[in-house]
């Protein structure tokens, strides 16, 4: 089946720091990758969705210039969490599809802002 | 608006034991519904999806789920568990193959011997 990874698969850094989490669809083309925040112990809400080429678009509630989304090719998007905080540290997992397919997970990353 | 909503937070079970996942699922347009299971520290597998044709869907490692459109529900069942099943099940929906998908609040199986 198709693979996304996720780097790196676990980041701590200091409060005020930005942080770049990268996902990948090694063996497929995604045309549309998704994001999504997941605290302990509870679901996953998705953040925001980014088509390539195109600006991420966000989910209410999801601040766009806090959660910088960038979806240059169509195997690569980053999230960039920029001045961090604690309330920020979560597991963020994202997934990809290619066209009007299905979508596949990555293994996601934990960060912890301290 | 869509919603999803899992009955139960935690299903304990004994291993070789039957169990049922409880998924309901609100929606005014036809859905899409899926199954995922996460193991900890790990990203989410597809179980199984429904997206139409037959309601009783078979999945991986053994569990299916039934969609039951009069009663908007999608139920994952399993005949005879294994320690290796313990883990966080999400249910999730959508209302067009490949869209964002709604997640429910998920249920965690823990499976004992």
């Known amino acids: 089946g198709a693979v996304v990874s996720q780097h790196p698969s676990w980041v701590i850094c200091k409060s005020g720091t930005s942080v770049k989490i990268e996902c990948r669809s090694l063996?497929?083309?995604?045309?549309?990758m998704f994001w999504y925040r997941q605290f302990p112990k509870q679901s996953l809400m998705l953040m925001a969705t980014?088509?390539?080429?195109?600006?991420?678009?966000?989910e209410q509630g999801v601040e766009k210039d806090k959660f910088l989304i960038n979806h240059a090719s169509l195997t690569l998007s980053t999230l960039t969490v920029t001045s961090a905080h604690p309330e920020d540290s979560s597991f963020y997992i994202c997934?990809?599809?290619?066209?009007?397919?299905?979508?596949?997970f990555g293994p996601g990353t934990r960060l912890t802002v301290t | 608006a869509q919603s999803v909503t899992q009955l139960d937070s935690q299903v304990p079970v004994f291993e070789e034991a039957p169990v049922e996942l409880r998924c309901n699922y609100s929606?005014?347009?036809?859905?899409?519904l899926f199954w995922y299971v996460q193991y900890p520290n790990q990203g989410l597998q597809l179980l199984l999806k429904?997206?139409?044709?037959?309601?009783l869907v078979k999945g991986i490692n053994g569990f299916e789920a039934e969609f039951n459109k009069s009663q908007t529900s999608f139920h994952l069942r399993k005949p005879s568990v294994h320690i290796s099943d313990t883990a966080e099940y999400f249910c999730?929906?959508?209302?067009?193959?490949?869209?964002?998908?709604?997640f429910g609040k998920g249920t965690t199986l823990s499976v004992s011997s």
């Open positions: 063996d497929f083309q995604a045309t549309t």
């Open positions: 999730a929906v959508s209302n067009q193959a490949g869209t964002a998908l709604i």
């Open positions: 429904y997206l139409s044709g037959s309601t």
């Open positions: 980014s088509n390539e080429g195109s600006k991420a678009t966000y």
């Open positions: 997934s990809a599809r290619q066209g009007a397919g299905e979508q596949y």
């Open positions: 929606s005014s347009v036809s859905v899409y």
